[in-house]
């Protein structure tokens, strides 16, 4: 072998060599890691009235470890509300009274779930599965669940007390936090008490070990007066109508679609 067409191996050889190094050197694109927030904050309800949808802050803090791009999922579940008070004394269906599809169907929520924004606009109903390790690709920013309690998970034909699931993303490296916001329509009036927790997996219901924080709503604004005026004072008989009644509730007032109170 000539001097010459040693020194072209050569060269080719250092040229593949670096060509792999560059290859090698290009990791693929990964999803961020899952984290479990170092701590929950549940701030003070906007409102919170039977029969209307009052919304609930909730603050998540990431860890210190946390980089652009990582991701925690929020829980949160009914862990006490009214016992009586419902028809015929009947318990609250966001708890023990629950019935199946009481917290509305398809994933989206009806009761108990975590809106888009901070006026509780409703999102899709959508999943969040339980995968190991890092966050499984579906799990991304803004990923909505709400239903019932069924073991473990959420469904909508099973009559567990409501829960909810939110994903989110964070835009900040650090121990940095993000804002969620759970709506909540109460059907009776009375104390509802929430367990919210974070777990790293996108899994959409509380197991222990989680970072959790708890709090409870006692609802305000009932009816605390009532007052009967008579329109008329027709003799019995005189009028197929009888005498005509006036009833104001003071404390709410309820439409066709909405409620609110005074």
Not at 123 to 128: F, K, M, R, T, V
Not at 133 to 158: F, K, W
Request: charged share 10%; aromatic share 6%; with cysteine.
């Amino acid at each position: 072998m000539s001097t010459k067409t040693t020194f072209k191996r050569v060269a080719l050889v250092v040229v593949a060599a670096l060509g792999f190094g560059v290859l090698s050197s290009v990791a693929p694109a990964t999803a961020g890691d899952g984290r479990v927030a170092s701590s929950i904050s549940i701030g003070a309800a906007t409102s919170f009235k039977s029969g209307a949808v009052n919304i609930i802050p909730i603050t998540v803090t990431f860890p210190s470890t946390n980089v652009v791009g990582d991701s925690t999922t929020v829980t949160v579940q009914i862990t006490s509300a009214p016992s009586t008070g419902g028809n015929a004394n009947a318990a609250s269906v966001m708890g023990s009274g629950a019935t199946a599809g009481s917290n509305g169907d398809g994933g989206a929520g009806e009761r108990l779930f975590f809106a888009t924004d901070s006026i509780g606009t409703a999102a899709a109903g959508g999943d969040l599965e339980a995968v190991d390790g890092d966050v499984d690709a579906a799990v991304g920013d803004g990923d909505y669940m709400a239903g019932q309690l069924e073991g473990a998970g959420l469904t909508d034909d099973y009559a567990g007390v409501h829960a909810a699931a939110v994903s989110v993303i964070s835009t900040v490296a650090g121990a940095s936090s993000k804002t969620v916001y759970l709506a909540m329509k109460p059907d009776l009036a009375g104390s509802y008490s929430i367990l919210v927790a974070s777990n790293a997996t996108g899994r959409n219901y509380y197991v222990a070990g989680d970072t959790t924080a708890t709090a409870t709503f006692a609802t305000t604004g009932g009816v605390s007066t009532i007052t009967m005026t008579a329109l008329n004072t027709s003799p019995i008989g005189a009028n197929p109508a009888g005498v005509v009644l006036k009833v104001v509730l003071i404390g709410c007032c309820w439409s066709w679609n909405h409620s609110w109170c005074t």
